[in-house]
């Protein structure tokens, strides 16, 4: 098992910025892949940013882009990602969870708690 706890959320106001933060721990060694979702009220879940551990290669979602920077960092027990947020907007709004999948699975399995942010005009 996997454990990830996020921190980092909050509330800023349309062109601010905020850092998320997630560290994983447990068997972190059975983890090839991290990521982070979000969730706006009454939308499904959306994948906005993943990061491979083996050679770091980088997706984004299109609507965050140039925006948002996915980093990782690890040492002897945890794993961490963080989430760099600028140039908010409101339609970034929403719960923010961390997410990792396993070497061989399809999907990541393994979520965080998630981290409110709220961006307002």
């Known amino acids: 098992q996997v454990q990830l706890v996020e921190s980092g959320g909050g509330s800023v106001q349309t062109g601010g910025s905020l850092n998320l933060s997630c560290a994983g721990s447990?068997?972190?060694?059975?983890?090839?892949?991290m990521g982070w979702y979000r969730q706006a009220p009454g939308l499904g879940r959306e994948v906005v940013s993943s990061i491979r551990r083996d050679d770091g290669s980088i997706k984004y979602a299109d609507s965050v882009k140039g925006r948002f920077t996915i980093s990782q960092d690890k040492d002897d027990a945890r794993l961490y990602i963080y989430l760099q947020m600028n140039n908010l907007k409101t339609d970034d709004t929403a719960v923010y969870y961390c997410?990792?999948?396993?070497?061989?699975?399809?999907?990541?399995?393994?979520w965080g708690q998630g981290t409110q942010v709220t961006v307002s005009s």
């Open positions: 447990g068997n972190t060694y059975t983890v090839c892949e």
């Open positions: 997410a990792a999948r396993r070497c061989g699975g399809t999907a990541f399995e393994y």
